[in-house]
Each structure stands twice: as C-alpha cells, then as structure tokens.
C-alpha cells in the first residue's frame, strides 16, 4: 500500500507560482510512473502531467505549454515528487491531485484509471 500526501497549495496572484509537493509514504516501489491531475470547478478530474520513476521521462498536457515542471526526488526510492507552476491563471483554479501507478504506460498515462493510488488533494486557487 502506497500513501500520498500533497501539499503546497494555496492562493496566488494571476500570473504567480506555486510549487506542489506529493510524499510518499508505505511500501517502496521501484517503476511505474507518478503524475498530478486536477480537477477544476464543475469540471471532470484531468491530467496534468507525468513522469516515469526509472527513466525520468515526463509528459505534459497541452495547457501546461511550458509552465509546469514535474520532478521527482533523487533518493533511493523518490520519495518526493513536485509540481513547479508558474504563470498561474484563474482558469489553473482546482483541486490537485497526485498519483502513482505501477504499470503506466505511454498509451495510458493521461488516464486517471491508469494509476491506483492517490492523494487527497490540495487545493490551488489563482485570483484574477
């Protein structure tokens, strides 16, 4: 069993930044992939970005166009992952979540089925 607790969320600015941390807690794993989804008011939960545990490989959603950096920490088991954000725009207002999945692959690692253990969520609010 994988627990993960997000935190980092809070209110900013239009155009300000925030940095999202995810920990890991329980049973070490050794591949797979860990992303972040958010789910925005009256929206369905959406993807935001991934990225593989042994190769370091990430992947964006298209909105992201450059303004998110996902990465992982350089401990034995990247017990942390992170979400930088910058250019925040009230339309990036949501709930974050952070993810963990042992057999993502490329095909599917944009779905929310493909990984099954989350956090609970932190939330990101950007004022116009």
């Known amino acids: 069993q994988v627990q993960l607790v997000e935190s980092g969320g809070g209110l900013v600015q239009n155009g300000g930044s925030l940095t999202l941390s995810c920990a890991v807690a329980?049973?070490?794993?050794?591949?797979?992939?860990m992303g972040w989804f958010r789910q925005r008011p009256g929206k369905e939960r959406e993807f935001v970005a991934t990225?593989?545990?042994?190769?370091?490989?990430?992947?964006?959603a298209g909105f992201v166009k450059g303004r998110f950096t996902i990465s992982l920490s350089r401990d034995d088991f990247n017990k942390t992952m992170w979400l930088q954000m910058h250019s925040l725009k009230p339309d990036d207002t949501g709930v974050y979540y952070c993810a963990v999945g042992m057999g993502v692959i490329t095909s599917t690692l944009r779905l929310g089925a493909a990984y099954e253990s989350w956090g609970q969520g932190t939330q990101v609010t950007v004022s116009s």
């Open positions: 329980g049973r070490a794993f050794y591949k797979g992939a």
């Open positions: 990225i593989y545990r042994n190769t370091g490989e990430d992947y964006y």
